[in-house]
């Protein structure tokens, strides 16, 4: 990733949230959920619409699994272009340095203090990918505040991050169906614009109202898990 460089991303939604993205009745909002492994931020498949469409698929198909913040009735992507300045990418030897040098730093903290750090665990037993990644998400939560406090680096305005992830396609081959590379996007004034992937339109009045009604469902049968009090 070149700094300064136009980009594109792909952001796997409900279909209402795409077109309020393209109208401009919405804006983009930071996800901060249990499977944001680049933590908090608005977050794209870099350059793959095909995979934002399946995520946004399986989001939307298994909603007790709680892939998104939000549930998803009907499964669409929106394309956005933006351009960072600030990225801890991961894809880079730079990136990767900066994160080992926050993991060993908070891991003497929690030794020092006698807490548990949080570890990185499949989703569910039955799977064989680390979904849940509450060690990855802490380091680099620990990375923005000390960049914060520092002041000398300037904030991360992105992450990004090359995931390895589905079935392997050719023993050996170390080509997995689902791997992807994806962007946390913090700083939304890095936007430009969003566009609808060729074939798309924005929905007709009648056709929003239908798809609001089945996103205010999904809703309720599934609604945010409160958060317990500290």
Known sequence: ??????????????VTV???????????????????????GFYMF????????????????????????????TPAVVGCLFSVQRCLDMTTRAGRLEFEDAYLLLQGAFLQS??????????????????LRGLDRSVFDFIHTRRDELQTRGTLQAVRGAFRQGVE???????????????????????????????DRQLKEIELAA????????????????????
Not at 170 to 197: E, K, M, N, T, Y
Request: hydrophobic share 30%; charged share 25%; glycine share 8%.
């Open 211 to 230: 798809a609001t009604e089945r996103y205010a469902q999904a809703c309720a049968a599934h609604p945010k898990p409160r958060r317990r009090s500290p």
């Open 1 to 14: 990733m070149i700094d300064g460089h136009l980009m594109v991303g792909y952001h796997g939604c409900d």
């Open 169 to 199: 396609i050719a023993p050996s081959s170390g080509f997995h169906r689902d791997s992807h590379v994806q962007i946390a996007l913090r700083d939304f004034s890095c936007i430009r614009g969003w566009f609808l992937l060729p074939g």
């Open 114 to 131: 006698g807490r548990t750090p949080p570890i990185n665990v499949p989703a569910h037993k039955q799977d064989q990918e680390v979904l």
């Open 18 to 40: 795409r077109d309020g993205l393209v109208s401009g009745r919405l804006q983009p909002e930071e996800s901060n959920n249990q499977y944001d492994w680049l933590g908090p």
């Open 46 to 73: 870099e350059g793959d619409e095909e995979r934002a469409r399946s995520f946004a698929e399986s989001a939307s198909f298994q909603p007790e699994r709680r892939l998104t913040a939000r549930p998803i009735a």
